[in-house]
């Protein structure tokens, strides 16, 4: 398991290293001027020394060199300074933003929080919802709840989050006035009546999300199920005498969680992906929407960090889900 | 007369009755395993009429898509309300000639829903129709043909690994421009849209058919087609495509819906059409800003997108039973 681990681990640098490139060329290949936006009155010499300045003047494979340099080796300084207050980054170059002329990864920190507790919480509040419908419908397929939850699911993947992102504002934050229409990112916790706020404005953005991956996952849970349910050992294990909660509960369902585990690990980047529309919908100020914005910008530093990022995000959680199938079956050997 | 004997006999009197019936073709058997699916009929009657009504509607309807009032007329004619609104609302304004109301520029919803309808499923049917190429032929090169399936595979897997959205979204505002330039502001982003979305969902296609290929090509039939001397390329389109269509076809009806959704969220971030072509994305964008004043007119066009959507799933999913045979006749 362990060399399989680490042969995955090696495998995916190339892989990561060849999406970099792909980022980088679709970002070059693009016929666009970063200085576009800058006023004609300003003469061409000094157009030059901007472009320079924005560390435009070497050719395509020096600065996709630079900025690798500057992703892997330091951005990690960076946060290991963070983190000790050592100074092995002091006077390191870092990828700079044009917008904001900062640190994009600085940026990136800051907005992450609100992503992950949207995200986070609505893939959560998904599991929990997803899990139960996914085991009962299978226990009594074909019945008017697996029915419901069948058409439940099948509306979950067709109405896309714009959509009902806007219904659910038209109709609680419009109507009934229930829940805020705008995620507040300043509010801070700190009594029982910030609390209940941040509770009412995170309802929303969480709802949509989950609709859609309750959708996925109950589904998933089901088919599982019902591999499970008509098994040797299901039936070896009804006549042994065992009650029927045991026989579901523990029997059954352990079985069938292998591969709805590793779906759950596959889910989550593309989760991030998503969150992009929702978070634009309820204008809530994270990684997504930050994205968005670099790009109406051409914003390129940001763009191709966050974008690489994302990237990561999809390789890493692979790699999760393989080897949390090879750990939770003891069936599948790689090696 | 015991248990097993009745079986036989009844065994004897069924294959008695199979060989009286007559012949029936193949299409008839998934006809009739289609029909039986209640959810895949609903959806294709409602995926027809959806697409009758897009298509045919602006032929028959009276107002004109693009028709912006000016003067007088403006005034009179904007901020129309739909006419069932006359329900709860008596005193709201609304004419009987515009059924779903008017925006804030004057337009007809109605005339308009119709026309985004043509672009977003010719969006869909067309970035369909270009996916589905890329991953047949992907996928059949790389079944077939054994030396190019672990570049081709490991390029599949990359593209999986690509961040989709955020790349689809960068390469839209890019290459907007030059494109633009070249073909003309509508044309140019029709055809950077489908491509894009055809770049990137090619894929699953890619993977199913490529397994199918890789069973079809261990065939008794392939083999007696190979040992007379049929070409590789006869081979592919004689024998092995027709066995692999069923596969193609449902993920060509699952594409149109993914392909719609994408164009959708697309023009909903801004990153789509122009706002003077619009489609069901785009006008649920434009939409988003008065919603709390009129939202009718964000509930209409995405109520279309879902309802497309659904309909194109069941079918799918109808089409998926009825396709496979070892699910047809249970």
């Not at chain 1, 300045?53 to 500057?70: D, H, N, T």
Request: hydrophobic content about 50%; charged content about 15%.
């Amino acid at each position: 398991m362990l060399t399989f681990t680490v042969r995955r681990l090696i495998l995916a640098v190339p892989t990561l290293l060849f999406i970099s490139l792909v980022i980088f060329l679709l970002l070059e290949l693009a016929p666009g001027d970063p200085m576009a936006q800058v006023p004609l009155t300003v003469p061409p010499e000094v157009k030059e020394k901007m472009r320079l300045a924005l560390g435009l003047g070497e050719p395509a494979p020096i600065r996709f060199w630079k900025w690798l340099v500057q992703f892997f080796w330091i951005e990690p300084q960076v946060l290991v300074d963070h983190v000790f207050g050592t100074s092995f980054s002091e006077g390191d170059l870092r990828v700079i933003s044009w917008q904001t002329r900062s640190p994009v990864m600085d940026i990136v920190v800051q907005r992450l929080p609100q992503t992950l507790s949207v995200v986070g919480t609505a893939y959560i509040v998904a599991i929990l919802i997803a899990l139960p419908i996914g085991i009962y419908s299978a226990y009594r397929q074909y019945s008017w709840f697996d029915q419901l939850g069948t058409f439940v699911s099948m509306v979950g993947f067709s109405v896309p989050p714009f959509f009902s992102g806007v219904l659910v504002i038209v109709i609680f934050s419009v109507q009934l006035g229930w829940f805020p229409s705008i995620y507040d990112t300043t509010l801070k916790v700190t009594d029982w009546d910030s609390f209940v706020k941040q509770l009412q404005q995170m309802v929303m953005p969480v709802m949509v999300l989950a609709l859609q991956i309750t959708a996925q996952l109950s589904r998933f849970m089901r088919a599982s199920m019902l591999d499970n349910l008509n098994q040797d050992y299901v039936r070896t294990a009804r006549a042994k005498g065992i009650g029927e909660y045991t026989v579901v509960m523990v029997h059954v369902l352990r079985n069938s969680m292998i591969p709805v585990v590793t779906v759950i690990a596959l889910g989550i980047p593309s989760i991030f992906g998503g969150a992009i529309i929702t978070e634009q919908v309820f204008k809530v100020n994270g990684i997504g929407q930050l994205l968005i914005g670099a790009i109406q910008a051409n914003d390129l530093p940001m763009v191709q960090t966050l974008t690489f990022i994302f990237a990561v995000l999809i390789v890493l959680f692979n790699l999760i889900a393989d080897v949390l199938y090879g750990i939770l079956d003891p069936r599948i050997r790689y090696d | 007369m015991t248990d097993a004997a009745k079986d036989t006999k009844l065994q004897h009197s069924s294959a008695q009755t199979e060989l009286a019936a007559p012949p029936r073709s193949q299409w008839r058997d998934i006809w009739d395993q289609f029909k039986s699916h209640r959810g895949a009929l609903f959806g294709s009657c409602l995926f027809f009429i959806i697409v009758l009504g897009v298509v045919v509607g602006p032929f028959v309807y009276w107002n004109d898509a693009t028709f912006v009032p000016t003067g007088r007329d403006f005034i009179k004619l904007r901020d129309m309300r739909p006419i069932y609104h006359a329900l709860w609302d008596g005193s709201a304004k609304m004419n009987w000639a515009y059924p779903l109301g008017t925006d804030n520029l004057g337009r007809d919803t109605l005339a308009r829903l119709m026309f985004g309808g043509r672009v977003s499923l010719a969006v869909g049917l067309a970035a369909m129709i270009l996916a589905l190429l890329l991953g047949s032929l992907i996928g059949v090169l790389a079944g077939y043909f054994r030396k190019l399936d672990g570049l081709l595979m490991r390029m599949t897997d990359l593209f999986l690994a690509l961040p989709l959205l955020p790349m689809i979204l960068v390469a839209a505002v890019l290459f907007r421009e030059a494109l633009s330039k070249a073909i003309g502001p509508e044309g140019g982003v029709f055809v950077l849209i489908v491509c894009l979305i055809g770049i990137t969902s090619w894929m699953p296609t890619a993977r199913i058919v490529r397994g199918d290929v890789l069973a079809i090509k261990e065939r008794e039939f392939v083999l007696a087609a190979r040992s007379i001397g049929t070409k590789p390329g006869n081979i592919i389109t004689r024998h092995i495509l027709p066995n692999v269509m069923s596969p193609i076809m449902v993920s060509a009806t699952l594409g149109i819906a993914t392909a719609i959704i994408t164009e959708s969220a697309l023009s909903f971030l801004g990153f789509g059409f122009p706002p003077d072509f619009p489609t069901w994305g785009r006008l649920l964008n434009d939409a988003v800003d008065r919603m709390t004043l009129f939202p009718e007119r964000v509930v209409w066009p995405g109520i279309l997108i879902s309802l497309t959507v659904l309909s194109v799933n069941y079918l799918g999913d109808g089409l998926r039973d009825a396709l496979d045979p070892r699910i047809r006749g249970r």
